[in-house]
């Protein structure tokens, strides 16, 4: 029903930037809400930023506080993620998530492929 497309990742040093890009498209009634998530080698993904397309609301992960920052665009279904300040802790692959209502059910997440973002020391 709804396909999630990341783009923008790569190898960066640290202390750079990086952004990221997420584009939906298929049939809905409306998007909810878009965030990312990232996952380590070995580790749970967690949950990086979130964003409600209704009320602009953000959410984010205490690690990336002051140095991500999750925008939207309404008009275009698609969420971005600016990255600065980066560290190789922030080394993962990052999944953009969308919630979506359809037209008749309940609302469901959605899932991207993922990007891998990788920083060195």
């Known amino acids: 029903q709804v396909q999630l497309v990341e783009s923008g990742g790569g190898t960066v040093q640290a202390g750079g930037s990086l952004r990221l890009s997420c584009a939906s498209s298929g049939s809905f009634l409306r998007l909810n809400a878009m965030g990312w998530y990232r996952q380590a080698p070995g580790k749970q993904r967690e949950l990086v930023a979130v964003i409600t397309f209704r009320d602009g609301n953000t959410n984010y992960a205490d690690s990336v506080k002051g140095r991500f920052t999750i925008s939207k665009d309404n008009a275009k279904n698609t969420v971005s993620l600016q990255m600065n300040s980066l560290k190789p802790e922030d080394t993962a692959v990052y999944y953009c998530?969308?919630?979506?209502?359809?037209?008749?059910?309940?609302?469901?997440?959605?899932w991207g492929q993922g990007t891998q973002v990788t920083v060195s020391s």
């Open positions: 998530n969308a919630e979506a209502s359809p037209y008749w059910g309940s609302r469901k997440d959605y």
